[in-house]
């Protein structure tokens, strides 16, 4: 039962523009939200997060905005680089401590 | 600070052997949590430990999988017997329970590839 839902296994942008990668979920038990990027032959890092007590957190390029009533989140990178090429995972977590992760989106920028 | 350490890296080995994966979390987290990467289903949760304890080994695929984390510095991932269907890459990851809430460390990763 994938409780994160990333419907895009993949995505390509033009270096400079906007990266806009989305994710949804299920259980709405789910109050903290987690974007990682992964690169290859490396485990995944943490880029940036959100309580579902916003709907929106901004750092540097990164943005995370949540929309609690249609349960879904999305990052915006702005602009995009070719340095930001990877796989970039959603994930959520409830009260408890773990963690349910999406199956991903390759991000591909060209130059 | 030297992350998360997995060995080995990569593992190939025959259907039936025995396969052990190993994980060192950061010192003084005290979450580890083993997690599956595979194409179709992306990261799945294993098993994750508190304090040393199993919490939640609902992710673990069957009775072959056993993980065990006899002290604060070391896990185990085992897989007995192995079959084909079990290649991936594991992951092993860490945090501090309720401390910057639930941002896991992850290591390099350990891919498995059964023959």
């Known amino acids: 039962d994938q409780q994160v839902k990333q419907n895009s296994p993949s995505l390509s942008v033009q270096e400079g523009r906007i990266s806009i990668l989305n994710c949804d979920y299920t259980?709405?038990?789910?109050?903290?939200f987690l974007w990682y990027k992964k690169y290859p032959a490396e485990g995944p890092t943490f880029l940036i997060s959100?309580?579902?007590?916003?709907d929106k957190n901004e750092d540097g390029r990164f943005t995370v905005f949540l929309n609690k009533s249609a349960k879904h989140l999305s990052l915006h990178i702005v602009p995009s680089q070719p340095g930001d090429s990877a796989v970039y995972f959603c994930?959520?977590?409830?009260?408890?401590?773990?963690?349910?992760f999406g199956a991903g989106t390759r991000l591909t920028v060209k130059p | 600070d030297a992350g998360v350490i997995q060995s080995p890296r990569h593992e190939v080995t025959e259907m039936g052997q025995e396969v052990t994966l190993r994980c060192k979390p950061i010192?003084?987290?005290?979450?580890l949590f083993w997690y599956r990467q595979t194409m179709m289903r992306g990261l799945e949760l294993l098993i994750y430990?508190?304090?040393?304890?199993?919490?939640?080994d609902s992710g673990m695929p069957e009775d072959r999988f056993s993980a065990k984390m006899p002290n604060a510095s070391f896990s185990t991932l085992k897989i007995q017997p192995s079959e084909p269907r079990d290649s991936a890459v594991y992951f092993c990851?860490?945090?501090?329970?309720?401390?910057?809430?639930?941002?896991?460390?992850f290591g390099a990763g350990t891919r498995l590839s059964v023959l």
């Open positions: 010192s003084g987290h005290n979450s």
């Open positions: 959100i309580s579902s007590i916003k």
């Open positions: 990851a860490s945090s501090v329970q309720q401390l910057a809430k639930n941002i896991q460390y």
């Open positions: 994930a959520a977590s409830d009260e408890g401590n773990d963690m349910r």
């Open positions: 430990f508190n304090n040393n304890v199993p919490i939640d």
């Open positions: 259980n709405s038990m789910f109050d903290y």
